[in-house]
């Protein structure tokens, strides 16, 4: 995340996966280690006129040892319904607003081994940059409205029930039922994209690599994108439409970075496509998100309008793109185990920008 400001200290962070080195220190919220996600198939329906969605959830999970209960992270959601391997006996669900946190408790002892979690619940679209939010754009009869996610650092617990901690890292699949004359985006290309009745379709999107849930994406609106391809990667910037053009300076300088940072850090860029998206507004905590091939940016940092931008203009986006370029390797394929070392990952990118 690109926040403008000089970080405190550099240094680096540990990989993501199965560390919890947090998961010892009192003053942490943290949940239980005896139940951990391996997968989740996530279905969304938002509608964005009334600021709510309709989702649900199967989560693959392991669980470590038996247990009569299961907790995990929700914010601002109702559950409709839980099932766990398609039992028809349902657990009773508490919540904890403080911690956001939802304590499952089943009739009888959950036992060790592979099951699926499946939770219908629903949600709100924000009005401010926290889980599903809105932003609204235009004005008189050209008045749009798009959807965009920000989860940094644990807000994906508002989009669905998950195990919001960077070091829980797992698969993501991704369907969303939508307008069928706006385009869904995530981190992943659109597997497939079906018609439905009353002007709707379902957009399927490919499985994601193992990442932590605060870098899953959704994006939904009037859009449109300009790409090009870098290597084996699918580079693309998707403005609202009729902004397309104002984003060819940062695609020239993503499919510069690139093979750049493949190069430099010696890793292949590992998903299909890298997609820069620029949202109307704006933010006073932050201009950039370095969502896992779906970047989000505020158009005011990486839009460039020939007729009135300057060569500093250009540079300062250059700068933003390489910093959340750096990111997809050093904060996403390599994630800090706790969010007490995302100086460290900032400070890291920070650095890069410049050495780029």
């Not at 470590?64 to 398609?86: C, G, H, R």
């Not at 959950?110 to 809105?134: C, D, E, R």
């Not at 797992?170 to 004359?181: E, G, M, N």
């Amino acid at each position: 995340m690109k926040r403008f400001f000089v970080p405190l200290a550099l240094a680096f962070v540990v990989a993501g996966g199965a560390a919890r080195a947090g998961a010892a220190v009192a003053d942490r919220v943290v949940l239980p280690t005896n139940v951990v996600p391996t997968h989740y198939d996530v279905w969304i329906t938002p509608n964005a006129a009334e600021l709510t969605f309709k989702g649900a959830v199967t989560i693959d999970i392991d669980v470590k040892q038996a247990t009569k209960t299961i907790e995990l992270n929700a914010a601002d959601l109702k559950f409709d319904s839980v099932s766990l391997d398609d039992s028809s006996a349902e657990p009773s669900v508490s919540f904890d607003a403080e911690e956001s946190t939802a304590t499952l408790t089943f009739p009888a002892a959950v036992t060790a081994g592979a099951h699926k979690l499946t939770i219908a619940y629903s949600g709100m679209i924000n009005q401010h940059p926290a889980g599903l939010f809105a932003l609204d754009y235009g004005s008189g009869k050209e008045e749009n409205r798009a959807l965009y996610t920000q989860f940094e650092n644990s807000d994906a617990r508002r989009f669905m029930p998950c195990w919001d901690e960077p070091g829980l890292k797992a698969t993501f699949t991704l369907t969303a039922t939508v307008p069928a004359d706006e385009m869904a985006i995530s981190n992943m290309p659109a597997a497939s994209a079906t018609p439905l009745p009353g002007g709707l379709k379902k957009v399927v999107f490919a499985e994601s690599p193992k990442m932590s849930s605060y870098l899953l994406f959704f994006g939904l609106g009037d859009f449109e994108r300009i790409s090009k391809k870098v290597g084996d990667v699918d580079v693309g910037v998707i403005t609202t439409k009729g902004n397309a053009s104002k984003g060819e300076f940062a695609l020239d300088a993503e499919a510069h970075l690139l093979p750049y940072y493949e190069n430099y850090f010696g890793v292949k860029f590992p998903l299909p496509k890298l997609d820069l998206i620029a949202a109307p507004g704006d933010s006073q905590s932050f201009g950039a998100m370095e969502n896992w091939g779906a970047i989000f940016y505020f158009e005011r940092t990486i839009l460039i309008d020939p007729k009135i931008s300057t060569k500093g203009d250009e540079r300062t986006v250059y700068i933003v793109v390489a910093h959340e370029t750096a990111h997809q390797w050093f904060g996403d394929l390599v994630t800090m185990a706790w969010w007490d070392d995302l100086w460290l990952n900032e400070g890291f990118a920070e650095w890069m920008q410049s050495k780029a």
